[in-house]
């Protein structure tokens, strides 16, 4: 195999365990909200404020290690 091929399926491996990552990070962050929510009724909105902030910031973080990975993966060429 090429180094051209290794870099783009490199890539495609980093990009999809970073999705995967992401997504993880952001149901275990919805599903503590939700427990939050359901113990405390009356702090839903600080609640969600928070849960909100937090999953922009794993959102990201992903979109920046799949820029990486499309960088790294065009830098072979």
């Known amino acids: 195999m090429e180094s051209l091929g290794l870099g783009f399926l490199s ?14 990070g952001i ?3 919805a599903g503590s ?7 405390q009724p009356a ?7 928070s849960m909100l902030i ?3 910031f794993i959102e990201g973080v992903a979109l920046f290690a799949e820029v990486v ?5 065009t830098k072979s060429v």
């Open 11 to 24: 890539a495609g491996l980093g990009a999809g365990l970073a999705v995967v990552g992401a997504a993880y």
């Open 33 to 39: 909200a939700m427990d939050g929510t359901a113990r």
């Open 43 to 49: 702090a839903a909105g600080d609640i969600r404020t």
């Open 69 to 73: 990975c499309v960088i790294l993966a």
């Open 27 to 29: 149901g275990r962050l």
């Open 54 to 56: 937090a999953a922009a």
